[in-house]
């Protein structure tokens, strides 16, 4: 078992930031014109760490922002930071809210690191008003044949979760949404990559530090992917 995960250390935010995520806030923001949320409508945010999006689309869209988290010290760092904002205690497996309660619920850099995705899908729909969105950014394979290798390894990143993009697009279809938007970003992805590298000498020097664990050839393995970035909005239909 390893002794931290990636999200909880202080080296992996001093290179993202509180976000935690390729972009920072660019995307999200990005999500947002898509979508075109009005004034007051319920926005979950899931995995959300620290709270920086919440606190985001409330103080500068205006939106009523929840957000669930799966660790407690994030969870108290961002109570420390931003005072008490609608996040609390949860995973996207079983969101603790009503049916239909949300507008938009967002999986940021998230979905990759959920012990069933597919049910976190079913979950966000559940709680999703007709009609509302789901969004999702996060990381792919480009070259997917090489994805069990990488799967194999116990890091806790994002990384591991490496999705096969139309394996993931069948599941949100088939769990009752429209894909209206697809884009890639992997630029953004490369962007963080040269951050790390220029700070840390390498890939797997950072996993090392950033997971606290020996990660073996896993850098090589990732490397055969392809690792990509994007983001998806799809509606409830």
């Known amino acids: ?54 606190e985001k689309l409330k103080s500068i869209y205006n939106l009523n922002a929840f957000g669930v988290d799966p660790s407690l010290k994030l969870l108290q760092l961002g109570k420390e930071k931003y005072g008490n904002h609608n996040i609390e205690l949860g995973r996207g497996e079983e969101l603790p809210y009503e049916n239909s309660f949300f507008k938009g619920v967002m999986a940021e850099c998230t979905m990759s690191l959920m012990e069933d995705y597919k049910k976190t899908i079913m979950e966000s729909n559940r709680v999703l008003e007709d009609k509302g969105y789901f969004i999702v950014s996060d990381v792919y394979a480009r070259r997917p044949e090489y994805l069990e290798e990488v799967q194999k390894h116990n890091v806790n990143s994002c990384m591991r979760g490496l999705f096969n993009i139309d394996v993931l697009k069948e599941a949100i ?33 950072f996993w090392e530090i950033a997971t606290c664990s020996s990660c073996g050839d896993f850098q090589k393995k990732l490397t055969l992917c392809k690792p990509g970035y994007f983001l998806l909005v799809a509606q409830k239909k």
């Open 173 to 205: 279809v088939s769990s009752g949404f429209e894909i209206i938007s697809f884009e890639d970003w992997t630029d953004l992805l490369k962007q963080l990559m040269v951050k790390i590298i220029f700070k840390y000498g390498s890939m797997s020097a």
């Open 1 to 54: 078992m390893m002794g931290c995960t990636v999200y909880e250390n202080k080296d992996m935010q001093g290179i993202t930031g509180d976000t935690l995520r390729p972009g920072g806030m660019f995307l999200t923001d990005r999500a947002i014109k898509i979508c075109e949320f009005k004034q007051n409508d319920k926005i979950l945010d899931v995995g959300c760490g620290m709270g920086v999006t919440v």
